[in-house]
């Protein structure tokens, strides 16, 4: 249960960076302060788990599922934010205007 706990939560937490990341840079407010909020539930979880080294010794799983769960997040994410955000900017261009 701790190896797919660690997945999900290193997937959600890499994916709702690279999200914070477009979010500041098109100065989507009201989305990077909620995504903020997430990003601190899921280092509550995964914090705790990478300061006791004692889990990787015993489980090398559980370092594999660390590793690849960030790659798969940021394609996730950079899929996402261009399938729903992007597009909602490209309906209204007038919001984003300077």
Known sequence: MTLV???LAQFAM???????????RDSQYALAFGNSVLLGICGLYIT????????????PALLLAYLIAGPLAVCSAIWMHDRHVS???????ERFKE
Request: zero cysteines; hydrophobic letters at 45%; charged letters at 15%.
């Open 48 to 59: 705790p788990i990478l300061a006791n080294s004692d889990n990787w010794k015993q489980s």
């Open 14 to 24: 890499v994916n709702l960076l690279a999200l914070q990341s477009r979010f500041v």
């Open 5 to 7: 706990l660690l997945f």
């Open 87 to 93: 597009r909602r900017q490209a309906n209204n261009p």
